[in-house]
């Protein structure tokens, strides 16, 4: 995903971030699911028995398997399960988010090209990415976390092996050893760590909410009751950006740096795969190491969109939850014949504030039945959303939430002529 990221303070150049460094409040970012194949993942609930996506360690405790709300065999259905989950039954409920925190300073994509030890500009030192995960337990624990390990990995360069992981550890028990969220850069052909020691970029203390003082009023992580009668968690975490740098200190993950996200729970940092994952993954036993199926790299997040007739003409107007590394949209409607043409291009909308997305609108000169939208992002490639009818409205304008694209997926699923013809737009 191309992102635009954001997280706690600012460590020096090329070391290790102070453990000091402080958060930035929780309401500040955008929260929003993490698909693949362009919906939210959910993945099974119970253990390895029922949920082909885990690793040969076990899903126990229950505090280390990735749910998604299944509270009873009325509410688990194999139909929910995304990715498809051989034997698994999902919940309704969307098991691994993101999120960001955007300063508002704008970046012009040609800062992250200086050396670490050069400094970095202003325009990304204080922004910040959030990551959450569903759980079937509680992981906090005495103020710490339970002695498990949280994991979030990145594909940076579209292999599917990790670069980066993010690993939410709670083996430490308190005193001078506190749990701690580790950030490793490792660029092999491999989804664990070779060397945690060598591979170790930047250490923050962990515990299981953020306090306004005393030692946890510098965690990055917070443990939630979701409250919702699953008797379900989540886990949160926020890094800052200018955390992701390599062996060397240089910068390797900017705001305009695609990847592609992969969750899992372990025992261990050594083999992030042993427990329970988002997505598929075959795992670190086969010579050589096969890659996982890591997610979307959607950049944009849409929450509202409505359109009406106007005489002759049609306006439509659509928002956003969340931009990053976003060059704008296209609007596309059927033309003569059924096949999808562009009928408005244009770059950014309305600004609705730091962290949020943009307010856009368009009239086409010409009456539309249904439409299509494609963000843009910054190399020039497109991400489609739709079809949309005109006179209808998808989202709620003042709902800072995505639009629920599973439901509207199967509410259009029968108007397959659209769908082919945004095909035919696509190879055009």
């Not at 770059?347 to 249904?370: F, I, K, N, Q, W």
Request: charged share 15%; glycine share 12%; proline share 7%.
């Amino acid at each position: 995903m191309l992102l635009v990221l954001s997280l706690a303070g600012t460590p020096a150049m090329g070391a290790f971030a102070a453990v000091t460094d402080p958060p930035v409040a929780w309401t500040s970012f955008t929260i929003v699911d993490y698909t693949f194949n362009g919906q939210p993942v959910r993945d099974a609930d119970g253990d390895a028995s029922s949920d082909a996506s885990a690793g040969s360690g076990g899903i126990n405790p229950s505090r280390t398997d990735i749910s998604s709300g299944a509270t009873s065999a009325a509410d688990a259905s194999a139909a929910n399960c995304n990715p498809p989950v051989a034997g698994g039954l999902c919940g309704p409920a969307t098991s691994v988010f993101w999120g960001y925190y955007d300063a508002g300073t704008a970046y012009t994509g040609t800062q992250c090209s200086n050396p670490a030890g050069a400094g970095y500009d202003a325009d990304f030192q204080d922004d910040f990415i959030f990551f959450r995960v569903r759980l079937n337990g509680d992981p906090g624990t005495n103020g710490g976390l339970t002695s498990n390990h949280w994991n979030v990995l990145f594909d940076i360069d579209g292999d599917g092996y990790k670069e980066f992981y993010v690993d939410i550890d709670g083996t430490h028990a308190g005193g001078n050893s506190p749990d701690q969220v580790n950030i490793f850069y490792e660029n092999l052909n491999s989804n664990s760590l070779s060397n945690a020691t060598t591979a170790l970029r930047n250490v923050y203390r962990a515990c299981n909410t953020t306090t306004a003082s005393g030692a946890c009023a510098t965690s990055p992580t917070r443990v939630i009751n979701i409250g919702d009668g699953t008797g379900e968690y989540y886990l949160d975490v926020q890094v800052p950006l200018i955390a992701f740098v390599n062996a060397s200190g240089v910068q390797q993950l900017c705001p305009d740096t695609p990847f592609n996200l992969f969750f899992s729970t372990s025992a261990s940092n050594q083999n992030p795969l042993q427990k329970d994952f988002s997505q598929p993954c075959p795992g670190v036993s086969q010579t050589p190491e096969q890659p996982c199926s890591f997610g979307d790299t959607t950049p944009v997040s849409l929450k509202h969109v409505s359109s009406f007739p106007d005489g002759g003409r049609t306006v439509i107007e659509w928002e956003t939850a969340i931009e990053a590394a976003h060059a704008g949209f296209e609007l596309y409607a059927a033309g003569p014949g059924g096949n999808l043409e562009r009928r408005a291009t244009g770059g950014l909308g309305e600004a609705l504030g730091p962290s949020h997305g943009r307010r856009y609108r368009t009239t086409v000169d010409a009456p539309v039945g249904s439409f299509w939208l494609a963000d843009v992002d910054i190399r020039g490639e497109r991400t489609w959303h739709g079809p949309f009818f005109v006179g209808r409205e998808y989202g709620v304008r003042d709902d800072s939430h995505p639009i629920d694209w599973p439901t509207l997926a199967r509410e259009l699923a029968a108007h397959e002529h659209t769908g082919r013809g945004v095909a035919r737009a696509r190879a055009g």
